[in-house]
C-alpha cells in the first residue's frame, strides 16, 4: 500500500469523525447517546480488537524494553499534565492526566507502519502499545479518578485496583501473559473476536465525533490549544530523540520515531465521559490530534525512510 492509499485510509478516520458530528447535528444521536457508545467501544468492540490483533503472536523476551517506552512515555506526559495544572482545579487536572497521555496505536498509527515499514514494524508497534495500554487503557483512567475522587492521596494499590478492572488493560495482559508463555488461543475465538473487533475502528471515531463539540467558550479552547501544544512538543522531541539517540537497529528507529507523533489515544473521550469531565472537549482534542498527527507522521516518513 502506497502513501496516497495510507492517507485516504487516515482521511477515512476523519470522514467517520465528520459522519458522527453530522449526524448528531441533525438529531440521529443525541448527547445522552455518547455513554452508551463508549461503553459498547469500552467493553465489547476495543477488548475483542486487542485479542484478535494480538492472538497467537509470538513476542521476543529481548525486546521487551520496547514496552517500557511505550510506558515511559505515557508517564512522562501524566507528570507535566501535573506540572502544568499544579495551581488548577481538581477536575482541570484530572482533565490533563485523562487527555495527554497515551497513543493511538491500533485504530491509527498501525496502518502506517504496515505500509511502509514491514514486519519487523508491526513486531516493534506491538510491543510499544502493550506498554502504552497499561496507561492508555486503565493508568491515566485510574490516576485521573484518584485526582478527582481521591481526596489527593495517591495509593499504588488503588491505582492497581482500578487499573485491573479495566476491561482492555485485562484483555491486554492476558493476550501478553499468553503469547509470552507461547499458549496458542483457538482459532474459532480468534475468529468470533476478530469479528467483533473489525467493527472496533468505525465505532471509535463514530463515537468521537458523536462526542464532538466546544461549549464554554475562550477558557475551553485556551485549554484545548494548551493540551494539543504541549503534546506535540513533547512529541517531535521524542521523535527525534528516538531516531538519533537509541542505540537500536535503523529500522526499530523508524519505527520509533513514527509511533511518537501518534495521535492521543482514542479511548480518552470514553473515560472522560465515565469521570464525567467533559467528553465533548476529550472528543474535540482528540479530533484534532488526528489532524496534527497526519501531517506530523507523512513528514516523518519523507525524512526517515
Known amino acids: ?17 465528520l459522519l458522527g458530528i453530522a449526524l448528531r447535528r441533525i438529531g ?48 512522562l506526559y501524566i507528570l507535566l499534565a501535573f506540572l502544568l ?17 497515551s497513543y493511538n496505536i491500533g485504530n491509527f498509527t498501525l496502518p502506517f507502519v504496515q505500509s511502509f515499514l514491514g514486519p519487523t514494524g508491526v513486531i516493534v508497534t506491538s510491543l510499544f502499545d502493550a506498554g502504552n495500554a497499561v496507561i492508555g487503557l486503565g493508568g491515566s483512567y485510574s490516576i485521573a479518578d484518584l485526582v478527582l475522587n481521591g481526596g489527593g492521596h495517591f495509593s499504588p494499590k488503588k491505582i492497581l485496583k482500578k487499573l485491573f478492572r479495566s476491561l482492555p488493560f485485562d484483555v491486554y495482559l492476558l493476550m501478553t501473559l499468553l503469547s509470552l508463555s507461547h499458549i496458542h488461543v483457538p482459532a474459532a475465538l480468534c475468529d468470533f473476536a476478530s469479528l467483533i473487533g473489525s467493527g472496533n475502528a468505525f465505532l471509535a471515531m463514530l463515537m468521537i465525533g458523536v462526542g464532538f463539540h466546544i461549549s464554554g467558550g475562550g477558557e475551553k479552547t485556551a485549554l484545548l490549544i494548551r493540551l494539543i ?14 531516531y538519533f539517540l537509541l542505540p537500536f537497529a535503523r529500522d526499530v528507529r523508524q519505527t520509533l520515531c513514527i509511533l511518537a507523533l501518534a495521535p492521543i489515544g482514542s479511548t480518552a473521550p470514553a473515560f472522560s465521559s465515565e469521570l464525567k469531565l467533559d467528553p465533548g472537549l476529550s472528543s474535540a482534542i482528540n479530533s484534532i490530534s488526528m489532524l496534527c498527527s497526519i501531517f506530523c507522521i507523512v513528514c516523518a516518513l519523507l525524512l526517515v525512510l
Request: proline residues 4%; glycine residues 8%; hydrophobic residues 55%.
Open 1 to 17: 500500500m502506497g502513501i496516497a492509499a495510507t492517507l485516504t485510509k487516515a482521511f477515512c478516520f476523519i470522514g467517520i469523525i
Open 28 to 75: 440521529f444521536f443525541r448527547e445522552e447517546d455518547f455513554p452508551l457508545l463508549s461503553k459498547i467501544v469500552l467493553k465489547i468492540t476495543l477488548p475483542a480488537a486487542i485479542a484478535a490483533n494480538f492472538a497467537n503472536k509470538e513476542i521476543d523476551p529481548g525486546m521487551l524494553s520496547l514496552c517500557l517506552l511505550g510506558f515511559l512515555g505515557g508517564v
Open 85 to 101: 495544572n499544579a495551581k488548577n482545579s481538581r477536575e482541570k487536572r484530572a482533565f490533563a492526566v485523562m487527555n495527554l497521555p
Open 229 to 242: 501544544a504541549v503534546r506535540y512538543a513533547v512529541a517531535l522531541l521524542l521523535s527525534l530523540g528516538f
